[in-house]
């Protein structure tokens, strides 16, 4: 479910103008637009159920395509930027738009008519059987079970309102704490920790520029800053430290089969759009950072996890690679599209990895096409050319 002038984030005049325009929601991400009425979908018919769906944005609306085929199964209209991310169910995805958070069900392929209203969605985040969503505009914090969202109703659960608004991320851990970011819409310093009854019992405001979140094996969270990364793990907070003194990773993407998060790493404060090529390795055992050069570089929408906790990077030569995420060595290179350059505009399509079990789905925004690959063989599965380019890629995945 935005960030700095880099892939995820604009700044001064930028998000002046992307917030009076835009909306978001990141891995993710980030300005939206104030209130409107809320967009009309498509006529809605009884549709068959689509097995396995995987949803993509494009501009005008989605396509819902059955995930294993990746035949086009319909298209529902729907203006404006709009973000998709997994509602943490087998069915459903939550589509951010210039009103709120709205359920979609893919499966069906039909809003249902839940929502949560608010200006600037932005992340949202599965984790231990609980979604978390942050809507920037209001700092509102809402938490539910995806169970509760069956049937088309309305799910009700937890919320927290932070004390002012700004571009944050939140999760809730197994045992009820929930750890959510602390900033302003000029600044964001850290992070604090809340006990079920929405009570402080942890606080660190060492995490400059705090953004994105990940879940480790062992319910351990980090939030990425930009000197490094902030981890809390058994009841307190501990700095990862990069070894650079300018080092932003807002991007992360983490496994519950593996201790090591995955994340981005970009060391060029003043860059209008930095394209790096080191991603970061942290482990939080040792609370140790490592660098891997893939040689090429990626964007925010690179990133993602294998079934059995491989680290994946998408980059702009076209190569999906494979990770050992204990090692840092490049295990498989498969190639998935074309050579591709990320845009300046974060919000524009551009080459998008989606990973849902042993599946690897990745678009072609510039020739229309999306591919699945088995993630264990290396393997095409199967490709689809769609009438536009997409941007965004989504669909249900239950669980973490």
């Given at each position: 479910m935005n960030r700095s002038t880099r892939a995820t984030t604009l700044t001064g005049t930028a998000l002046a103008l992307a917030a009076a325009m835009t909306l978001t929601a990141c891995g993710g991400n980030d300005d939206a637009s104030s209130d409107a009425e809320p967009k009309k979908q498509t006529k809605s018919s009884e549709a068959a159920a689509v097995k396995n769906p995987v949803v993509a944005s494009y501009d005008g609306g989605l396509y819902v395509l059955d995930g294993e085929t990746l035949k086009l199964a319909k298209t529902v209209e729907l203006p404006g930027f709009n973000r998709v991310s997994p509602a943490g169910d087998q069915d459903h995805?939550?589509?951010?738009?210039?009103t709120g958070f709205r359920v979609f069900d893919a499966a069906r392929q039909t809003f249902t008519g839940a929502e949560f209203k608010g200006s600037k969605p932005g992340h949202v985040v599965r984790h231990g059987g609980k979604t978390v969503l942050f809507t920037d505009g209001t700092g509102e914090v809402n938490v539910f079970d995806p169970a509760d969202l069956a049937g088309g109703k309305q799910p009700k659960g937890r919320t927290y309102t932070s004390a002012e608004a700004h571009h944050g991320v939140a999760i809730e851990l197994a045992g009820g704490e929930l750890v959510t970011t602390l900033g302003t819409e000029e600044k964001r310093t850290g992070a604090l920790v809340l006990d079920k009854d929405n009570k402080e019992i942890a606080r660190a405001e060492n995490c400059p520029g705090v953004h994105g979140e990940a879940a480790a094996q062992g319910d351990v969270v980090g939030l990425g800053c930009e000197d490094g990364v902030l981890l809390y793990k058994d009841g307190k907070f501990t700095k990862v430290d990069a070894p650079d003194d300018y080092a932003r990773t807002g991007?992360?993407?983490?496994?519950?089969?593996?201790?090591?998060?995955?994340?981005?790493?970009?060391?060029?404060?003043?860059?209008?759009?930095?394209?790096?090529?080191?991603?970061?390795?942290?482990?939080?055992?040792?609370?140790?950072?490592?660098?891997?050069?893939?040689k090429t570089s990626y964007s925010f929408r690179s990133l993602a996890r294998g079934p059995h906790g491989e680290a994946l990077v998408l980059g702009t030569n076209g190569v999906l690679h494979v990770i050992d995420p204990e090692s840092g060595k490049v295990q498989?290179?498969?190639?998935?599209?074309?050579?591709?350059?990320?845009?300046?505009?974060?919000?524009?399509?551009?080459?998008?990895?989606?990973?849902?079990?042993?599946?690897?789905?990745?678009?072609?925004?510039?020739?229309r096409r999306l591919h699945s690959f088995d993630l264990d063989s290396g393997e095409k599965l199967t490709s689809v050319t769609l009438p536009k380019g997409t941007n965004e890629l989504s669909g249900p995945v239950a669980g973490h």
């Open positions: 995805v939550i589509v951010s738009t210039d991007n992360q993407a983490g496994s519950d089969a593996s201790p090591i998060l995955l994340g981005d790493y970009k060391t060029d404060p003043d860059a209008e759009l930095e394209r790096p090529t080191r991603v970061s390795l942290i482990d939080t055992r040792t609370a140790k950072m490592k660098l891997v050069d893939l498989k290179k498969i190639d998935a599209v074309g050579d591709w350059t990320e845009p300046l505009d974060w919000q524009q399509p551009r080459p998008t990895l989606f990973v849902r079990d042993h599946t690897a789905y990745v678009s072609d925004p510039g020739q």
